[in-house]
């Protein structure tokens, strides 16, 4: 009877431990989900505070464009075609090529050179048998938006960002001239942050001077 006891409170025991396991994957499981629906909903949110303020500066701008130089005006308004395009197009899914996004990104900054002229200057080096890898999308024009945002820059001073590729990261790096003041808390570098904790299991590489400020993401 002690014996038949004792194999009886073993196999109790090892159900109890399997039904424990069980129910922490569910719970696991549940909450993965719960985190996948939540950031998803961030960017959203992110993408829907994105176009009104980008739109009525890119709006104001044509207008300006229409009156002083009307072809000019027709090329901004294909470039922002190309634009509301993708931005439509990307919301329906989470990861993108990388060629994909730096087209998206080059619209956008065509569209900022036309505001700020000799003060922006650009660089892109991406080798082309990379360009079929894939990242979330909108993760290289926020990190460039990022840039426009958080520095003041003119003719005389102007802004510098370079983009290019080493040891498997996206490597997006600008010169630092910080406005005094700025209203943004870092909610979109935070989100791509998470977005890419969650995908791939790695945080963004910041790295951050007196000089300049670099992000390194990998490519998936």
């Known amino acids: ?21 069980y129910d922490k994957e569910i719970s696991d499981l549940a909450f993965k989900e719960l985190e996948v629906n939540n950031l998803e909903a961030q960017k959203q949110v992110l993408i829907q505070q994105l176009q009104p303020h980008f739109l009525f500066n890119a709006l104001s701008t044509l207008k300006s464009l229409i009156q002083e130089n009307p072809e000019e005006a027709e090329f901004y308004t294909v470039k922002l075609s190309e634009f509301l395009r993708y931005s439509i197009k990307a919301q329906t899914g989470e990861l993108v090529t990388l060629q994909e996004e730096m087209k998206f990104t080059q619209d956008y900054l065509d569209l900022q050179l036309k505001r700020f002229n000799e003060a922006l200057t650009c660089e892109f080096k991406i080798p082309e048998q990379l360009l079929l890898r894939r990242i979330p999308a909108y993760a290289l024009q926020t990190l460039v938006e990022n840039a426009l945002k958080h520095n003041r820059f003119t003719e005389e001073e102007p802004l510098t960002i370079k983009l ?23 909610i979109g570098l935070s989100n791509l942050n998470m977005r890419y ?11 951050d001077t007196k000089q300049a400020f670099c992000v390194s993401i990998p490519l998936i």
Request: proline letters at 2%; hydrophobic letters at 45%; aromatic letters at 8%.
């Open 164 to 186: 290019g590729v080493e040891d498997e990261q996206l490597i997006v790096w600008n010169n630092k001239q910080p406005k005094k003041a700025t209203s943004s808390a870092g």
């Open 197 to 207: 904790n969650l995908i791939t299991g790695k945080a963004l590489e910041i790295v």
């Open 1 to 21: 009877m002690i014996f038949i006891t004792f194999i009886n409170s073993i196999i109790l025991i090892s159900c109890n431990y399997v039904q424990l396991r």
